[in-house]
C-alpha cells in the first residue's frame, strides 16, 4: 500500500503562484511515476503532469510554461509548481502514484481555487 498526503492548496489571486506537495509513504521502494491530476467542478479529472522514475518530466501541452513538476527523493515528496494562475485552474489538485507493477494509488485532493 501507498499513502499520499496532499497539502499547500488554497486561495490565490489570478497571477499568483502556489506550490503544491505530495508526500508518499508506505511500500514506495519502487515505482514507476508521480503525478498530478485535477478535475474542475462539472468536469472530468484530467491529467496535468507527470514525473518518472528516471525524472523525465510531462505535462499537458495547455500548461507547459506554467506548472512545473519536480521531487525531492529524500523526503518521497513530489512537488506541483503552478505560475500565472489563472481563474480555468481552479480545481482539486490529486497527486498519483504508479507502483512498478502499474498500480496506482491517489492522494485525498488539495483544493486550489483561483479568484479575486
Known amino acids: 500500500q501507498v499513502q499520499l498526503v496532499e497539502s499547500g492548496g488554497g486561495l490565490v489571486q489570478p497571477g499568483g503562484s502556489l506550490r503544491l506537495s505530495c508526500a508518499a509513504s508506505?511500500?514506495?521502494?519502487?515505482?514507476?511515476?508521480m503525478g498530478w491530476y485535477r478535475q474542475a467542478p462539472g468536469k472530468e479529472r484530467e491529467w496535468v503532469a507527470t514525473i518518472t522514475s528516471g525524472g523525465t518530466t510531462n505535462y499537458v501541452d495547455s500548461l507547459k510554461g506554467r506548472f512545473t513538476i519536480s521531487r525531492d527523493n529524500a523526503k518521497n515528496t513530489v512537488y506541483l509548481q503552478m505560475n500565472s494562475l489563472k481563474p480555468e485552474d481552479t480545481a482539486v489538485y490529486y497527486c498519483n502514484f504508479v507502483t512498478i507493477m502499474s498500480v496506482s494509488f491517489w492522494g485525498q485532493g488539495t483544493q486550489v481555487t483561483v479568484s479575486s
Open positions: 508506505g511500500n514506495i521502494f519502487s515505482f514507476r511515476a
